[in-house]
C-alpha cells in the first residue's frame, strides 16, 4: 500500500492541481537552497530528473544527491529515472529517501517485476511514457501504479518546448484508468500558457522546470511563489472563473 504520509490522493475532478518543479532548472552549486525556496514558496512535491547517459543523452542526479535534498525538504520527492535498466536503481532511491519513483516503460525489459519491487520498497509506483510511445503500451500496467508521467518534451533536456499532440494522449490515459485513483503527471514545456488545456485534459500533477526557476541564475522565495501561482491559477481557471 502507498505510504499514508504522502497526504490525501486526488484527481484532476477533485479541481486540485499538484505543482512539482523540477530541480534540473535549479542552480546546482545551490541546490540545497533552491529546495528550500521552491518548499518555501508552496510547491506541493519536488521532481527530481535522473539521467544516465545512456537511455537520455544527459547525466544527472545519484541517490547520494537525493538522499542530501531529503534532509533539506518535508514534501513529496517524486524521482523520475530516465535510465535503462532501471530495476537495478530502484532499490537505492528508495533507500534516499524517494517517496515516487517513476520508471519509463521503454526502458524495460521486466517492468512488472520492477513495479512491484517498488511497491514492495514502500514507495509509490510511477510509468512514464515518451511522445513516441503509445499510450496503449501502459495498459497492462495500470493496476499496478499510484502515477502516470507523460511525456510532453523527448526526454533528456530542459527547456523543450511543449508537444501539443501529446494532449490526446492525457485523454486516452485518463479515459483508461477509468476510476482508478491514480495521479496523471505530464512533464515537459508546462507553463501558464498551457496548463489549463493540460489539467482539462486530465493531468493533476504539473512538473514545471524553466517556467517556475528560469534559467537558474536568479532565485528567491517570492519569485518562484509568483511563478507557481501562476501556473496553479492558470490551470484552475475555469473554476474560479
Given at each position: 500500500?502507498v505510504?499514508?504520509?504522502?497526504?490525501?490522493?486526488?484527481?484532476?475532478?477533485?479541481?486540485?492541481?499538484?505543482?512539482?518543479p523540477s530541480?534540473?532548472?535549479?542552480d546546482?552549486?545551490?541546490?540545497?537552497?533552491?529546495?528550500?525556496?521552491?518548499?518555501?514558496?508552496?510547491?506541493?512535491?519536488?521532481?527530481?530528473?535522473?539521467m544516465?547517459?545512456?537511455?537520455?543523452?544527459?547525466?544527472?542526479?545519484?541517490?547520494?544527491?537525493?538522499?542530501?535534498?531529503?534532509?533539506?525538504?518535508?514534501?513529496?520527492?517524486?524521482?523520475?529515472?530516465?535510465?535503462?535498466?532501471?530495476?537495478?536503481?530502484?532499490?537505492?532511491?528508495?533507500?534516499?529517501?524517494?517517496?515516487?519513483?517513476?520508471?519509463?516503460?521503454?526502458?524495460?525489459?521486466?517492468?512488472?517485476?520492477?513495479?512491484?519491487?517498488?511497491?514492495?520498497?514502500?514507495?509509490?509506483?510511477?510509468?512514464?511514457?515518451?511522445?513516441?510511445?503509445?499510450?496503449?503500451?501502459?495498459?497492462e500496467?495500470?493496476?499496478?501504479?499510484?502515477l502516470?508521467?507523460?511525456?510532453t518534451?523527448?526526454?533528456?533536456?530542459?527547456?523543450?518546448?511543449?508537444?501539443?499532440?501529446?494532449?490526446?494522449?492525457?485523454?486516452?490515459?485518463?479515459?483508461?484508468?477509468?476510476?482508478?485513483?491514480?495521479?496523471?503527471?505530464?512533464?515537459?514545456?508546462?507553463t501558464?500558457?498551457?496548463s489549463?488545456?493540460?489539467?482539462?485534459?486530465?493531468?493533476?500533477?504539473?512538473?514545471?522546470?524553466?517556467?517556475?526557476?528560469?534559467?537558474?541564475?536568479?532565485?528567491?522565495?517570492?519569485e518562484?511563489?509568483?511563478?507557481m501561482?501562476?501556473?496553479?491559477?492558470?490551470?484552475?481557471?475555469?473554476?474560479?472563473?
Amino acid at each position: 500500500m502507498v505510504n499514508e504520509s504522502l497526504g490525501t490522493r486526488a484527481t484532476a475532478s477533485d479541481q486540485q492541481v499538484y505543482i512539482a518543479p523540477s530541480i534540473l532548472s535549479a542552480d546546482f552549486s545551490r541546490l540545497g537552497e533552491e529546495c528550500r525556496a521552491l518548499v518555501d514558496a508552496g510547491c506541493d512535491w519536488i521532481h527530481v530528473d535522473v539521467m544516465d547517459g545512456h537511455f537520455v543523452p544527459d547525466i544527472t542526479f545519484g541517490p547520494k544527491m537525493c538522499s542530501s535534498l531529503r534532509k533539506h525538504v518535508d514534501c513529496i520527492v517524486d524521482v523520475h529515472l530516465m535510465v535503462s535498466p532501471a530495476e537495478r536503481m530502484v532499490e537505492s532511491f528508495a533507500d534516499a529517501g524517494a517517496d515516487v519513483i517513476t520508471v519509463h516503460i521503454e526502458a524495460g525489459p521486466h517492468m512488472f517485476r520492477t513495479c512491484q519491487r517498488i511497491r514492495e520498497l514502500g514507495k509509490m509506483v510511477g510509468i512514464a511514457v515518451n511522445p513516441g510511445t503509445s499510450a496503449a503500451m501502459i495498459a497492462e500496467y495500470l493496476n499496478l501504479v499510484d502515477l502516470v508521467c507523460i511525456m510532453t518534451v523527448n526526454p533528456g533536456a530542459g527547456g523543450q518546448g511543449f508537444i501539443r499532440s501529446q494532449l490526446n494522449k492525457i485523454r486516452q490515459v485518463k479515459e483508461m484508468l477509468a476510476n482508478r485513483n491514480v495521479y496523471i503527471e505530464v512533464d515537459g514545456g508546462i507553463t501558464a500558457n498551457n496548463s489549463a488545456e493540460v489539467f482539462d485534459a486530465g493531468a493533476n500533477v504539473l512538473v514545471a522546470g524553466t517556467a517556475i526557476l528560469g534559467d537558474g541564475s536568479t532565485s528567491g522565495v517570492a519569485e518562484y511563489r509568483k511563478n507557481m501561482n501562476a501556473i496553479r491559477r492558470a490551470a484552475l481557471s475555469r473554476f474560479t472563473a
